[in-house]
């Protein structure tokens, strides 16, 4: 069969969650100045580390902060092989790296080192990357991503935090400089505070603090209308259709709003293939607005979240785990299990069974969770449990998690 070239799209890698664009309008400024101040630090070839934070408003997601850090390291390496220095950037979410040891092999892999982190200390996974970069005269900057839970990970020492972030004062170079920067990603302001609890000694050092606020209307339309031309047929679409995604989703004092650039991309693209399946030539409003409202019923009902007690929470995140994994109704059994596993990695004691129970019950209730009797099996018949359909497993887990992190005061359920 021949596959027909699209109507509506043109490229649709460019509405991809990982597509950074060559040339940002909105956030530039901050970009802009972002590598002004790496490019000076890197010309003058620096002794001390750099420590930079970008952080973003309290639960505000999608607002830039991911690509930010992303553009400036691809910028970075750009503009620096122009001006002759050498210069590499490695990118990690420590949400998956909770640990020193996974983090310095992500940098080795990552540097195209020939040296196993596994079975050495980190003090000499760290001197090998060291070395590294005073042979090859290599700068480094290190983006570590969604830092805060690295300081929430159970994993993590606060040994293991200087070591990493004072590399120097540990190793300290050869030949006076400093190779190593690190450039931290967090969710909002509370990370200063749990930094001060941890590591005060790297709080004081951080040297640029970067606010990122959630995107008015106005920046949402630019944000759109660049990947519109990037990704769409010239007529295939018209600025009244981004408007109205971007008036929906624009945050503003009055009236709140998500200000959430990924939302706003997702919509676009809902709205787009939909158009596209029904054989359009271009996207119309009535797509957009079945988009927007579909994406409204995906909402996540966050301040219901938070006023749920922990172990409510840490069950619903066991029935969004496992809604992820395996899918379908799931029996209280197995919840029970993955609840107690969940606990263990939260430093929570799992309530008791009855206490389990009525919990489980009321968060049906609230109408979070559904609960059905099975069929007949060899145990007679079993409540079975599902996360309401209407509500997306992995973005529901993630505003779970990123509620309990919160939670978890520094210190608390923390005893390594
Ligand atoms: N200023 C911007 N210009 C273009 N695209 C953007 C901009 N800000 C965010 N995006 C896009 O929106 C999505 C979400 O951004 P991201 O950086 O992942 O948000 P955060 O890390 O704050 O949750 C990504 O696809 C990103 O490329
Ligand atoms: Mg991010």
């Not at 040296?115 to 000499?124: D, H, L, M, P």
């Amino acid at each position: 069969m021949q596959s027909q070239a699209s109507r509506i799209f043109r490229d649709r890698s460019k509405l991809d969650e990982s597509y950074i664009p060559e040339k940002l309008r909105v956030r530039n400024n901050e970009a802009e100045l972002l590598i002004n101040r790496y490019v000076n630090r890197l010309r003058e070839g620096s002794s001390s580390t750099d420590i930079t934070l970008i952080y973003g408003s309290i639960g505000k997601v999608g607002i830039g902060k991911t690509m930010l850090s992303k553009f400036v390291g691809r910028k970075l390496e750009q503009i620096t092989k122009k001006i002759g220095i050498n210069f590499k950037y490695v990118y990690i979410n420590v949400y998956s790296a909770p640990s020193l040891h996974q983090i310095l092999s992500l940098v080795t892999v990552q540097l195209g080192l020939g040296f196993s982190v596994r079975g050495s200390a980190a003090i000499e996974a760290l001197k090998a990357i060291t070395d590294y970069l005073y042979r090859k005269n290599m700068n480094l900057l290190v983006i570590l991503d969604e830092f805060q839970s690295l300081l929430m990970s159970p994993r993590v020492s606060d040994d293991h935090l200087y070591l990493l972030l004072r590399v120097y004062e540990e190793i300290p170079p050869l030949d006076g400089i400093n190779r190593i920067s690190f450039l931290l990603v967090s969710q909002d302001f509370r990370v200063l505070s749990l930094m001060r609890e941890r590591i005060p000694q790297v709080e004081s050092q951080v040297g640029f603090k970067l606010h990122l606020r959630p995107y008015t209307s106005g920046e949402l339309y630019e944000i759109l209308e660049q990947r519109a031309e990037e990704a769409f047929h010239k007529n295939a679409w018209d600025p009244y259709m981004l408007s109205l995604i971007a008036d929906s989703y624009g945050y503003s004092e009055e009236r709140g709003g998500d200000g959430s650039a990924r939302k706003a991309i997702l919509t676009l693209r809902m709205a787009a293939e939909k158009a596209e399946a029904e054989g359009k030539p271009r996207i119309e409003e009535s797509d957009i607005r079945w988009a927007i409202s579909e994406n409204a019923a995906a909402y996540i009902p966050l301040s219901e979240l938070r006023g749920l007690n922990t172990h409510k929470l840490l069950i619903l995140l066991s029935v969004a785990d496992l809604t992820m994994s395996r899918g379908g109704f799931i029996t209280t059994g197995l919840l029970r299990d993955k609840y107690v596993e969940m606990c263990e990695f939260y430093g929570e004691s799992p309530r008791g069974n009855t206490q389990f129970h009525t919990y489980l019950k009321e968060l049906v209730t609230s109408g979070l969770i559904e609960a059905r009797l099975s069929g007949k099996g060899l145990r007679g018949r079993t409540t079975i449990i599902r996360l309401a359909p209407e509500i997306p497993a992995d973005k529901f887990k993630e505003a779970l998690e990123s509620i309990l992190l919160d939670r978890a005061g520094p210190g608390e359920g923390r005893n390594w």
